[in-house]
Nanobody, 124 residues
Framework: QVQLEESGGGSVQAGGSLRLSCVAS????????MGWYRQAPGKRRELVAE???????NYADSVRGRFTISTDNTKNTMYLQMNNLAPEDTAMYYC??????????????????WGKGTLVTVSS
């Protein structure tokens, strides 16, 4: 059973930065699609950034140019570097990985494994 654990969330002021980490229990990131999702109160879960099975990266329009997704397979860890944070980035952030898809589902529906989330709060 794959386990994912996020860390790195916190409270920052607008314009600040955070780096989220997602550690996997095994080498699940290697060769699989993975991504970071977020869900703000009252809103639907959305895909923020992903690494596709062929190692391409995609970003939501709202974060492109500010967020960077990456992995370190030697550490079984996926990262989300978030710069120039804005209040609208406030949400619970989740990492996820899927063993069969090429790209992550935009809503996260039916993705195989999830972490429990880490909270990011951005104040103005």
């Amino acid at each position: 059973q794959v386990q994912l654990e996020e860390s790195g969330g916190g409270s920052v002021q607008a314009g600040g930065s955070l780096r989220l980490s997602c550690v996997a229990s095994g080498g699940v990131f290697d060769g699989n699609a993975m991504g970071w999702y977020r869900q703000a109160p009252g809103k639907r879960r959305e895909l923020v950034a992903e690494i596709t099975v062929d190692a391409g990266t995609n970003y939501a329009d709202s974060v492109r140019g500010r967020f960077t997704i990456s992995t370190d397979n030697t550490k079984n860890t996926m990262y989300l570097q978030m710069n120039n944070l804005a209040p609208e980035d406030t949400a619970m952030y989740y990492c996820a990985v899927d063993l069969t898809v090429i790209t992550m589902a935009p809503s996260g529906f039916a993705m195989d494994y999830w972490g429990k989330g880490t909270l990011v709060t951005v104040s103005s």
